[in-house]
């Protein structure tokens, strides 16, 4: 059974710094194009960043470009998300994901989900 577990999440001021991290378990991971979403309550979820399976190439929403990391590592079938410089708008729950697609920026693209970890930056 395909499992993603995040941790990572937590307050920090703005400016500050945290890093995500998600688990799978249950699939291949190698396998598997990895991303991270966050949503804000009543909002749809949005794409932060992606990985393609073989760690070669990342994708970044324009929001985040130069502030955040996105790495994997495949032996340990782990995929992160260093955020430095946050900003209160960066305030959502982040949820890890995973697709067998290629590479998507689309929620719906996506069949595997982790049950998401809160991050708040204080201004």
């Not at 760690?55 to 955020?83: A, E, H, P, W």
């Not at 410089?85 to 689309?106: G, M």
Request: proline share 1%; aromatic share 14%.
């Amino acid at each position: 059974q395909a499992q993603l577990v995040e941790s990572g999440g937590g307050l920090v001021q703005a400016g500050g710094s945290l890093r995500l991290s998600c688990e799978a378990s249950g699939i291949t991971f190698n396998w598997y194009y990895m991303a991270w979403f966050r949503q804000v309550s009543g909002q749809e979820r949005e794409f932060v960043s992606g990985i393609t399976a073989n760690g070669g190439s990342t994708d970044y929403t324009d929001s985040v470009k130069g502030r955040f990391t996105i790495s994997r590592d495949n032996v340990k079938n782990l995929v992160f998300l260093q955020m430095n410089r946050l900003k209160p708008e960066d305030t959502a729950v982040y949820f890890c994901a995973a697709t067998a697609n290629r590479r998507s920026t689309f929620w719906k693209d996506f069949g595997y989900w982790g049950q998401g970890t809160q991050v708040t930056v204080s201004s």
